[in-house]
T-cell receptor, first 112, second 113 residues
Framework: GENVEQHPSTLSVQEGDSAVIKCTYS??????FPWYKQELGKRPQLIID?????GEKKDQRIAVTLNKTAKHFSLHITETQPEDSAVYFC???????????FGTGTRLQVFP | DVKVTQSSRYLVKRTGEKVFLECVQD?????MFWYRQDPGLGLRLIYF???????EKGDIPEGYSVSREKKERFSLILESASTNQTSMYLC????????????FGPGTRLTVT
């Protein structure tokens, strides 16, 4: 079945450094790749997404890149701040459905 | 602004009890989802509904059932709660037509003792 692998499971960075989280997916027909941020005790919220007809998308300090050939996509956060500390989930769409399959999450800690 | 609400933030039940978790969305979304969130396992889909009275099993449906009698409301039912169903349960909704953003509720932390 479809699968999404996410690495690393935990990531600690110093404030101001960059953070990169990587995901690989198994279904070459997947065409939608969202990233969710879940702060402690809060609901997951979409922070950025990308569709398969685009290779890169940027929104201020966050960016997502997609390599369809290799079937992987990455989240890049630049100039990290303590408020970026959260669990981040990647996801990939399941072809022919409105369903998503999620990665196992990355806990990002940004130290002041 | 999309709003997805869940009936309880915290719930404690005993083994063998029947448990109802309710989710309501106010954006007229066709799709509704129930996920289970466990540390290190991410979000796993329990059930999916794409229309009133329509449902589809997800990856981990065993021990659960669902009900969708109205478009805005999607209920998750644990017929006989067990300790291995202790978890965080998240409801989500989305529009249909093309896979798009899912909007999540605040979650229900269920403890079965």
């Amino acid at each position: 079945g479809e699968n999404v692998e996410q690495h690393p499971s935990t990531l600690s960075v110093q404030e101001g450094d960059s953070a990169v989280i990587k995901c690989t997916y198994s279904d070459s027909a997947s065409n939608y790749f969202p990233w969710y941020k879940q702060e402690l005790g809060k609901r997951p919220q979409l922070i950025i997404d990308i569709r398969s007809n685009v290779g890169e998308k940027k929104d201020q300090r966050i960016a997502v890149t997609l390599n369809k050939t290799a079937k992987h996509f990455s989240l890049h956060i630049t100039e990290t701040q303590p408020e970026d500390s959260a669990v981040y989930f990647c996801a990939a769409s399941i072809w022919g459905t409105d369903k998503l399959i999620f990665g196992t999450g990355t806990r990002l800690q940004v130290f002041p | 602004d999309v709003k997805v609400t869940q009936s309880s933030r915290y719930l404690v039940k005993r083994t063998g009890e029947k448990v109802f978790l309710e989710c309501v969305q106010d954006m007229d979304h066709e799709n509704m989802f129930w996920y289970r969130q466990d540390p290190g396992l991410g979000l796993r889909l329990i059930y999916f509904s794409y229309d009133v009275k329509m449902k589809e099993k997800g990856d981990i449906p065993e021990g659960y059932s669902v009900s969708r009698e109205k478009k805005e409301r999607f209920s998750l039912i644990l017929e006989s709660a067990s300790t291995n169903q202790t978890s965080m349960y998240l409801c989500a909704s989305s529009t249909t037509g093309t896979t798009d953003e899912q909007y999540f509720g605040p979650g229900t932390r269920l403890t079965v003792t």
